[in-house]
């Protein structure tokens, strides 16, 4: 099927329409906000607490949309189902994932919380320091979280310069407007911005999905005709399995170190410590499982782009010129915006969750500066910018999990840290330099793909570059905390607890 026809301007009309009343009304949060909230936020709070944590109030359900809205993104609606156009089974590596980490949430998040909430802490970079009382140990977790950050919001800007582009524009346009939209909605809303318009996202992301996999399917003949033809397409695997031989180990492992950071992130993180109570954090684990169902479906896009004989040299274009091939132009522009909504969203959060790390963290005292804020989220989205335009991946998908491989790296002091255990701060440093560093080289080795191939006693196989860090990582900590152990001949004194016990 030739996909080089333009949408009429019946598609471009309606996506400026809904995503330009989507910045608008996020853009305007301060101003109508008031009208639908019973209170004003405490009087307490600072304005930066509430430009960047939005006071710390958020309830159940606004958590849920800012959380959910935050964690499901672009990386969802483009880079899933291009990965599954291109690889099919692998793909979907992403369901497994986002099953295992809700257990992580229900049991991690809500004392995480607890400790923020009673030592006013508003990242993790924060918590590290009231744990172990070292400054360069913060400083390493803050810069993971800054660094991490950038080529995820490079996939969301990515997310809506691939819509804008396959609405007829071209060049560096595109880009620029995806930028300087972000830019201009963080800037003005903060927080609040990103959480009380999170439900206009999900209804549209809802009304595209839910179009796209009844009404598809029945234009390709049915779900049998679809995948049927799909196969027909995706590299064979041997004996008739979804994934190929040397597939398994990476599905497995990209699942499992996909978990472990996705909820280490800035982004994610701040929308954990804006909820108003512990309980919030375990009612929201729950139930955004429910998230995952829409993701599988999701995720099926990039098999009926085969079946609609979507053909593109860009596997981001997949999507969108599914919808195309299939809807009405009209129908197309709205799930367009979908999509563009479904990045600057949790764009949004990221900008603030790094913004709040280099305010309270790499430049400390001056976290109650909103101006000093935006500069620091403005600044982030340069850095952004520079990712998508540098940092040549082959897939999508490929800048989030570069992403993971370093917030990894902040597993054992953040995560670790609430255990038992007396790691030394020294010990932890060591590990998180050693494990960035083999980290970064991999990935750089490796031409920025996720997994590295490893070869043990006549074992071979590809593991997730993320997991094999992070194990570099904890191997190098625990090391230097037993020769620290035997050289001193006692156990490392006990470190200041910052917890609290209140709920």
């Known amino acids: 099927m030739n996909t080089s026809t333009l949408p009429d301007n019946a598609a471009i009309a309606v996506f400026v ?10 853009s305007t949060v301060r101003l109508w906000r008031p009208l639908l909230m019973r209170r004003k936020a405490a009087a307490h709070h600072t304005e930066g607490e509430e430009w960047g944590l939005g006071g710390r109030e958020f309830g159940a359900w606004v958590t849920w949309f800012l959380v959910g809205g935050d964690f499901y993104t672009a990386y969802t609606v483009i880079a899933v189902p291009a990965l599954v ?10 369901l497994p994932y986002t099953i295992i980490v809700y257990p992580f949430i229900f049991a991690v998040m809500p004392r995480l919380w607890t400790i923020a909430r009673d030592g006013g802490h508003a990242t993790a970079a924060d918590i590290v320091r009231a744990r172990f009382g070292s400054r360069t140990l913060e400083m390493a977790v803050a810069l993971s979280g800054l660094i991490a950050v950038l080529p995820y919001i490079a996939l969301q800007l990515i997310g809506i310069r691939t819509v804008i582009e396959a609405l007829g524009f071209t060049g560096m346009l595109p880009l620029l407007i995806a930028f300087f939209s972000l830019a201009g909605y963080t800037w003005l809303g903060g927080l609040h911005a990103p959480a ?30 679809m995948f049927h033809t799909a196969a027909q397409h995706l590299p064979d695997a041997p004996g008739g399995h979804i994934l190929g031989q040397g597939q398994i180990v990476p599905y497995a492992t990209l699942a499992l170190s996909s978990a472990f950071a996705a ?20 009612q929201n684990a729950v139930f955004l499982p429910i998230y995952t169902i829409v993701l599988g479906l999701i995720a099926l896009l990039g098999l009926m782009a085969h079946a609609a004989g979507i053909v593109t040299t860009s596997s981001s274009q997949v999507v969108p010129q599914l919808f195309l091939a299939i809807f009405p132009s009209w129908f197309a522009g709205f799930c367009f915006a979908a999509i563009a909504v479904g990045a600057l969203v949790p764009a949004s959060v990221m900008a603030i969750g790094a913004a709040n790390l280099i305010m309270h963290n790499i430049l400390p005292h001056r976290a109650d500066s909103v101006t000093g804020s935006r500069i620091a989220g403005f600044a982030v989205k340069v850095g952004a910018l520079g990712c998508v335009v540098f940092l040549n991946a082959k897939f999508a998908i490929d800048l989030q999990l570069l992403g993971g491989v370093i917030i990894l790296q902040t597993f054992p002091a953040l995560i670790m840290g609430l255990l038992p255990l007396r790691l030394p701060a020294r010990a932890l440093i060591t590990g998180w330099v050693i494990g960035s560093v083999s980290g970064l080289a991999l990935c750089w080795m490796d031409g920025l793909k996720p997994v590295h191939p490893i070869a043990f006693a006549g074992f071979s196989a590809s593991v997730s570059t993320g997991l094999l860090a992070l194990g570099i990582n904890m191997t190098a900590t625990f090391a230097l905390a037993a020769a620290m152990r035997l050289a001193t001949g006692a156990s490392p004194a006990p470190l200041p607890r910052q917890e609290g016990a209140r709920r």
């Open 17 to 26: 329409l809904c995503f330009l009343a989507t910045i608008v009304l996020g």
């Open 196 to 225: 009380l318009t999170a439900f206009i996202k999900d209804v549209m992301i809802y009304i595209a999905v839910l179009a796209a996999v009844i009404i598809v399917p029945i234009h390709l003949g049915g779900y049998g005709a």
């Open 85 to 94: 156009y291109s690889t099919g089974g692998f793909g979907f590596f992403a």
């Open 263 to 282: 909820f280490l992130y800035p982004h994610t993180l701040t929308g954990i410590l804006a909820a108003k109570s512990a309980d919030t954090i375990r």
